[in-house]
Each structure stands twice: as structure tokens, then as C-alpha cells.
């Protein structure tokens, strides 16, 4: 229960911390020294907070999506299975 947590608020604080760059007004509420470490919000680094988003999403799909759910056959979710597949070729 404690990584549930964990997950959850991370998600919230990731979500304050996207908020804080977009809106000048809340990011001048945050400390410097967070605000400058999470912004400017550069997407072609592998920065730790992206790789920590990365794990907790994961953790969270693992924790309340079954294994077995039939959903996961639906054809909708064809190309998303195809880019995880390519993907994992790159890695």
C-alpha cells in the first residue's frame, strides 16, 4: 500500500509541477531551486522525474490492470502494441 501511495502522490506533484510551468502565477509560488529543476520541461533528455513518471505509471498499470483482462484482444489497442514492440527492439 505504501508504493500505491507513493505512485499517487508522485503523479499529483508531477501534475503541480507541470501546472507551476505552464501558469507564471503558480510557479512563483514554488521554491527556485524546485521550480529550476523541473523547468524548462526539455522532452529529448531522459531527465530522472521523466523516468520516475515512467516507473510509477508502469506500477500502476501492473496493480489494477489484470493480466487477463479481455480488453487488452480489443483491436484498438493493435498500433499501441506494435509501438511497444518496435520499441523494445530499439532498447
Known amino acids: ?8 502522490a508522485y503523479l499529483a506533484f508531477a ?9 507564471p502565477a503558480l510557479g512563483g509560488m514554488m521554491p527556485e531551486w524546485l521550480f529550476s529543476a523541473f523547468n524548462p520541461n526539455d522532452k529529448t533528455n531522459l531527465a530522472p522525474y521523466r523516468f520516475i513518471h515512467f516507473v510509477v505509471i508502469v506500477i500502476l498499470v501492473i496493480r489494477f ?3 487477463d483482462w479481455p480488453g487488452l484482444e ?3 489497442f493493435d498500433p499501441v502494441i506494435v509501438c511497444g514492440q518496435q520499441s523494445l527492439a530499439v532498447f
Open 1 to 8: 500500500p505504501i508504493t500505491l501511495w507513493f505512485c499517487f
Open 15 to 23: 501534475l503541480v509541477m507541470t501546472m507551476a510551468g505552464r501558469f
Open 74 to 76: 480489443w483491436k484498438v
Open 65 to 67: 490492470l489484470p493480466k
